[in-house]
């Protein structure tokens, strides 16, 4: 079945000739000759041949004296960039042996990228501003100092070699003048690596696309589609235009894995159930070098899936939504869902970002009982708020379905999909398709197993915290005393929080009550008082047992020392320590002098670590009763460390 709906066009979209690390597969097998005809092996270089292409480069005046050195020693140092578009670019790549061109154009693109940020004086002046932030001492430059920067770089000659050189013809130049975007995942390379006769801001990019077919790193396709695709009257910069073409001559080395992955996926996805017969034979039946598949296709073809067009969905937000859910009750077993209600709400009115956040509250009745839901939805700017003008569609409206299948006991969980329609390196994103199918974890572990995974969300399949095992926890939890610090409102909040979030463990349940975990990241977010901050937080959570005063912390003042001074009084006694400074990573010791002021005043009970989270940690006070019962009556409670 196909909904439809509104595309989301505006500010999220990255600049037209900006290149986005999208799924370009589509786009390069169009080219079904070639691939019938192109092997990997014939994309391949010998180290000698490499060599060879970097005098070439440098023969047509690509590279400068210097950027043809530098290629060539990353050729010989095995040190040429691979897989930063995230294409698995030719499986039977020898490490050392064999240079793939899509190496070669990945190296030129960051080479362009650098020169461009040298030549439009970025580089220079982040440069010469970090020099002045050292001898100043201070982080912001006055006004003065910002003018002694622009003068020194009046005459810089990075302006001089991008502004002597003459444009070819239908040359379009940026208006914003160098509004470029530094790719920070992308290394940057040493400047002046590419010739002083070669633009960097799309001058004579057509000259260079045609030196590269001509030396053998673009075939005549695509080449011919890069110009093609080329818009004629926006800026367009070699550094993306050179990404973009890696891109697709990493697609074509990377399709005979590709298409045998893709085939296999087929078959297991057939066997399992989850593709009908008629989508097996459409997809087994496609000639050697088709086009490969949107992943989001498969789904077209499963009884258990729903692929929504957003552009064809209602445009207002809660009857888009409401028809989305009435929808999903099809493909979701012994789902019936009674008085239905979406409702957009406000959470935050706009503040210093000038933007209004939305939410959606989403309820609905079952013979079981009620499910409801409340998820983020959407930022739009105070004059949009009064209209429906765009929807989005969100992963999170999922969760009361998923909910529901969880007190079902059900094996199936809903997964969510999403995948982007063919694009190219300069055309705005096109509008993305949605899907919805019905797994078992079983049947996920198909995905996960052929590399298809990545376009569906994942899910929990237990079914051990259900709805009515959940309410039977919180009122163990209350008559064990672990609320008895909380108000009549703050229970109710967290009973509510409880019932709408996804659960899967017990410290999911105490989470969403107040001041009861204490959890926290050791590699803090608070650069001012993080000591004073979470000293507070385990006295809230102590249910009074620990009530320090006058907490004193120096954090904000001691950055560039080697300590921290902190300290507090508890019962009549005053505690200090000299904390390690280790930048924004927390020194444990605030914790062990909390335990010591608590255990030499006779504190009846202690905090106990309850949380494993990575490097994040939570810990939950308990009196020796209290944990006596927690690991009588639920063994599995504390995490093993």
């Given at each position: 079945?196909?909904?439809?709906?509104?595309?989301?066009?505006?500010?999220?979209?990255?600049?037209?000739?900006?290149?986005?690390?999208?799924?370009?597969?589509?786009?390069?097998?169009?080219?079904?000759?070639?691939?019938?005809?192109?092997?990997?092996?014939?994309?391949?270089?010998?180290?000698?041949?490499?060599?060879?292409?970097?005098?070439?480069?440098?023969?047509?005046?690509?590279?400068?004296?210097?950027?043809?050195?530098?290629?060539?020693?990353?050729?010989?140092?095995?040190?040429?960039?691979?897989?930063?578009?995230?294409?698995?670019?030719?499986?039977?790549?020898?490490?050392?042996?064999?240079?793939?061109?899509?190496?070669?154009?990945?190296?030129?693109?960051?080479?362009?990228?650098?020169?461009?940020?040298?030549?439009?004086?970025?580089?220079?002046?982040?440069?010469?501003?970090?020099?002045?932030?050292?001898?100043?001492?201070?982080?912001?430059?006055?006004?003065?100092?910002?003018?002694?920067?622009?003068?020194?770089?009046?005459?810089?000659?990075?302006?001089?070699?991008?502004?002597?050189?003459?444009?070819?013809?239908?040359?379009?130049?940026?208006?914003?003048?160098?509004?470029?975007?530094?790719?920070?995942?992308?290394?940057?390379?040493?400047?002046?690596?590419?010739?002083?006769?070669?633009?960097?801001?799309?001058?004579?990019?057509?000259?260079?696309?045609?030196?590269?077919?001509?030396?053998?790193?673009?075939?005549?396709?695509?080449?011919?589609?890069?110009?093609?695709?080329?818009?004629?009257?926006?800026?367009?910069?070699?550094?993306?235009?050179?990404?973009?073409?890696?891109?697709?001559?990493?697609?074509?080395?990377?399709?005979?894995?590709?298409?045998?992955?893709?085939?296999?996926?087929?078959?297991?996805?057939?066997?399992?159930?989850?593709?009908?017969?008629?989508?097996?034979?459409?997809?087994?039946?496609?000639?050697?070098?088709?086009?490969?598949?949107?992943?989001i296709d498969l789904l077209r073809y499963?009884?258990?899936?729903?692929?929504?067009?957003?552009?064809?969905?209602?445009?207002?937000?809660?009857?888009?939504?409401?028809?989305?859910?009435?929808?999903?009750?099809?493909?979701?077993?012994?789902?019936?869902?009674?008085?239905?209600?979406?409702?957009?709400?406000?959470?935050?009115?706009?503040?210093?970002?000038?933007?209004?956040?939305?939410?959606?509250?989403?309820?609905?009745?079952?013979?079981?009982?009620?499910?409801?839901?409340?998820?983020?939805?959407?930022?739009?700017?105070?004059?949009?708020?009064?209209?429906?003008?765009?929807?989005?569609?969100?992963?999170?409206?999922?969760?009361?379905?998923?909910?529901?299948?969880?007190?079902?006991?059900?094996?199936?969980?809903?997964?969510?999909?999403?995948?982007?329609?063919?694009?190219?390196?300069?055309?705005?994103?096109?509008?993305?398709?949605?899907?919805?199918?019905?797994?078992?974890?079983?049947?996920?572990?198909?995905?996960?197993?052929?590399?298809?995974?990545?376009?569906?969300?994942?899910?929990?399949?237990?079914?051990?915290?259900?709805?009515?095992?959940?309410?039977?926890?919180?009122?163990?939890?209350?008559?064990?005393?672990?609320?008895?610090?909380?108000?009549?409102?703050?229970?109710?909040?967290?009973?509510?929080?409880?019932?709408?979030?996804?659960?899967?463990?017990?410290?999911?349940?105490?989470?969403?009550?107040?001041?009861?975990?204490?959890?926290?990241?050791?590699?803090?977010?608070?650069?001012?008082?993080?000591?004073?901050?979470?000293?507070?937080?385990?006295?809230?959570?102590?249910?009074?047992?620990?009530?320090?005063t006058d907490v004193q912390d120096n954090?904000?003042?001691?950055?560039?020392?080697?300590?921290?001074?902190?300290?507090?009084?508890?019962?009549?006694?005053?505690?200090?320590?000299?904390l390690r400074m280790e930048l924004d990573?927390?020194?444990?010791?605030?914790?062990?002098?909390?335990?010591?002021?608590?255990?030499?005043?006779?504190?009846?009970?202690?905090?106990?670590?309850?949380?494993?989270?990575?490097?994040?940690?939570?810990?939950?006070?308990?009196?020796?009763?209290?944990?006596?019962?927690?690991?009588?009556?639920?063994?599995?409670?504390?995490?093993?460390?």
């Open positions: 079945m196909t909904l439809y709906g509104h595309p989301r066009l505006g500010a999220a979209h990255i600049a037209s000739y900006s290149l986005r690390p999208a799924d370009m597969l589509r786009n390069i097998c169009l080219y079904t000759s070639l691939l019938l005809t192109l092997s990997l092996k014939a994309q391949m270089l010998s180290q000698s041949d490499a060599i060879e292409m970097a005098d070439r480069l440098h023969r047509v005046q690509i590279l400068s004296d210097h950027g043809r050195q530098v290629l060539t020693d990353r050729i010989r140092e095995n040190d040429l960039p691979r897989y930063q578009y995230g294409l698995n670019a030719g499986e039977e790549h020898t490490t050392g042996l064999e240079i793939s061109r899509v190496e070669l154009l990945s190296f030129l693109s960051r080479a362009f990228l650098t020169d461009l940020g040298y030549r439009s004086g970025m580089l220079e002046y982040t440069r010469l501003y970090g020099d002045y932030v050292q001898k100043r001492g201070q982080q912001t430059l006055s006004p003065e100092d910002k003018e002694k920067i622009r003068r020194q770089m009046a005459d810089f000659e990075g302006y001089r070699i991008e502004a002597a050189i003459e444009p070819e013809p239908g040359y379009v130049p940026d208006d914003a003048g160098f509004s470029w975007y530094l790719t920070m995942s992308m290394e940057m390379l040493e400047p002046e690596l590419i010739s002083r006769t070669c633009s960097v801001t799309g001058k004579t990019k057509r000259r260079t696309l045609r030196d590269l077919r001509d030396l053998g790193l673009l075939t005549e396709d695509v080449h011919e589609t890069i110009n093609r695709e080329m818009p004629s009257d926006q800026a367009a910069y070699e550094h993306t235009i050179l990404a973009y073409a890696a891109q697709l001559m990493a697609a074509v080395e990377s399709y005979p894995g590709d298409r045998a992955r893709e085939d296999a996926l087929i078959e297991a996805l057939y066997t399992a159930g989850i593709l009908s017969a008629v989508g097996y034979r459409r997809f087994t039946s496609r000639p050697e070098g088709s086009p490969l598949l949107p992943k499963s009884d258990r899936a729903i692929v929504v067009r957003p552009e064809e969905l209602p445009a207002d937000v809660e009857q888009g939504y409401s028809l989305l859910y009435d929808t999903l009750q099809s493909i979701v077993p012994n789902l019936s869902m009674q008085d239905l209600s979406v409702r957009r709400v406000v959470t935050n009115d706009a503040g210093f970002t000038g933007l209004v956040e939305y939410a959606l509250e989403v309820a609905f009745t079952t013979e079981d009982g009620i499910y409801r839901d409340k998820f983020f939805y959407d930022f739009v700017q105070p004059e949009e708020a009064i209209t429906d003008s765009v929807l989005e569609i969100h992963q999170d409206l999922t969760r009361s379905i998923n909910r529901f299948l969880r007190d079902q006991r059900s094996d199936y969980r809903l997964y969510f999909a999403q995948s982007y329609p063919e694009r190219n390196g300069y055309a705005r994103p096109a509008t993305p398709e949605f899907a919805f199918i019905l797994l078992t974890e079983e049947e996920y572990t198909i995905w996960v197993k052929h590399q298809s995974h990545d376009f569906l969300s994942w899910e929990d399949h237990t079914n051990k915290f259900t709805s009515d095992r959940i309410t039977s926890i919180i009122e163990l939890y209350r008559d064990m005393g672990l609320f008895a610090h909380l108000s009549t409102t703050e229970l109710q909040a967290g009973r509510e929080c409880a019932a709408q979030a996804t659960i899967a463990s017990y410290q999911d349940i105490l989470l969403c009550f107040p001041k009861t975990i204490v959890y926290f990241d050791w590699e803090t977010g608070n650069l001012e008082n993080p000591y004073e901050e979470l000293t507070n937080q385990f006295a809230a959570a102590s249910r009074g047992a620990f009530s320090p954090f904000a003042e001691q950055w560039e020392e080697d300590h921290v001074d902190f300290s507090f009084h508890h019962a009549g006694r005053h505690y200090q320590e000299k990573w927390l020194d444990p010791s605030f914790l062990v002098l909390i335990e010591r002021a608590m255990k030499e005043n006779k504190v009846e009970g202690e905090f106990h670590y309850a949380l494993d989270d990575g490097q994040a940690a939570g810990y939950l006070f308990l009196t020796p009763e209290q944990h006596s019962a927690l690991l009588r009556e639920q063994p599995d409670f504390f995490p093993e460390y």
